[in-house]
């Protein structure tokens, strides 16, 4: 940042004295601001039928990653819970009827300063649709998932996670709860066709 937020002064990088790391600091009105992790929540919408599980993913219509598939999900607002957020950003995005379940996937993703958070989910219905955020939204099965035209590591991490505790599902166990540190960086941009 330029600026304060308080009072539109140029602000300085100082430890504030009693802390450890370089803060922006307002020299004007001495506001300290502080920057922290930010939360993406999101959920892993399931559609099972023949026992298969399908999981709906969304085409990005936005940047960054316009046109790669992602599962529902983004920046969590003020005032509202993990659970909200996850069941908001589904609705917005993938226009999809939910029930949400259990906490799945804790990812850190320490150097872009986020930390993503996916519930699982199940589909009341098959009345969903692309959000304003989405180009298309589909269903895919663990064989036809776009693997190589997911939009974040954080996406292929958690289905990839997903289908290893399917098998043990299929065995009688159940679905675990991860938590992960994703250092891979983002895939480089597809070659225009
Ligand atoms: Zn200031």
């Known amino acids: ?25 307002c020299t004007h009105c001495n506001t300290i601001h502080y920057q922290n992790p930010k939360l993406v929540v999101g959920s892993i919408p399931v559609w099972e039928r023949d026992g298969e599980l399908q999981i709906l993913l969304c085409k990005r219509a936005i940047e960054p990653r316009y046109g790669y598939w992602t599962l529902p999900a983004g920046f969590m607002e003020n005032e509202e819970t993990t659970e909200q957020a996850a ?14 379940g259990p906490l799945f996937s804790l990812l850190n993703v ?15 219905d098959l009345d969903y649709a692309a959000g304003i ?6 269903l895919f ?10 939009a974040f590591p954080t996406i292929r991490t958690t ?3 997903f289908f290893a505790d399917r098998i043990k599902v299929r065995e009688g166990g159940d679905f675990g709860f991860h938590s992960v540190a994703v250092n891979r960086p983002m895939m480089a941009p597809r070659e225009p066709d």
């Open 87 to 100: 069941q908001r950003e589904t609705e917005e995005e993938a226009g999809a009827n939910i029930e949400l």
């Open 1 to 25: 940042m330029k600026f304060c937020s308080e009072c539109a002064h140029p602000v300085v990088l100082a430890i504030p004295e009693g802390d450890n790391r370089p803060r922006y600091v």
């Open 110 to 124: 320490a150097h872009v300063h986020q930390v993503h958070l996916f519930y699982l989910a199940r589909l009341r």
């Open 159 to 161: 289905l990839e996670l």
């Open 141 to 150: 099965t663990e064989a036809t998932i776009p693997w190589d035209d997911l």
């Open 133 to 138: 955020e989405s180009l298309d939204v589909q």
